[in-house]
């Protein structure tokens, strides 16, 4: 069983950055690949990026390429999204996930476990 906990959310201005963090608890947090998704109001949720177990691959959706990297340490237990150059179509709850299986899927059923979510809101 892995709990995760997503911070750094909050309100910035277009054109401004965040840093979102999410921990994990438990161990093997190195068995896991981690993704982030969003899901803004009235939409479904979506793949944002994900990482692998050790953070030699990543994958990132278009709509976020060239703004958005995801990274993690192992050591902390933390997966890291950090978002630049952010949009007001950006705006969006953000999910933090883990999957057991070392491949990176952007299906929302691909992945095991689920954090709460932080919001992120982008003003024009």
């Known amino acids: 069983q892995v709990q995760l906990v997503e911070s750094g959310g909050g309100l910035v201005q277009a054109g401004g950055s965040l840093r979102l963090s999410c921990t994990a608890s438990?161990?093997?947090?190195?068995?896991?690949?981690m993704g982030w998704f969003r899901q803004a109001p009235g939409k479904e949720r979506v793949f944002v990026a994900a990482i692998s177990y050790f953070g030699g691959g990543t994958k990132s959706a278009d709509s976020v390429k060239g703004r958005f990297t995801i990274s993690r340490d192992n050591a902390k237990n933390t997966v890291y999204l950090q978002m630049n150059s952010l949009k007001p179509e950006d705006t969006a709850v953000y999910y933090c996930?883990?999957?057991?299986?070392?491949?990176?899927?952007?299906?929302?059923?691909?992945?095991?476990?689920w954090g709460r979510g932080t919001q992120v809101t982008v003003s024009s």
């Open positions: 996930a883990a999957r057991r299986r070392n491949d990176m899927v952007v299906g929302v059923t691909g992945y095991d476990y």
């Open positions: 438990g161990r093997a947090f190195s068995s896991y690949v």
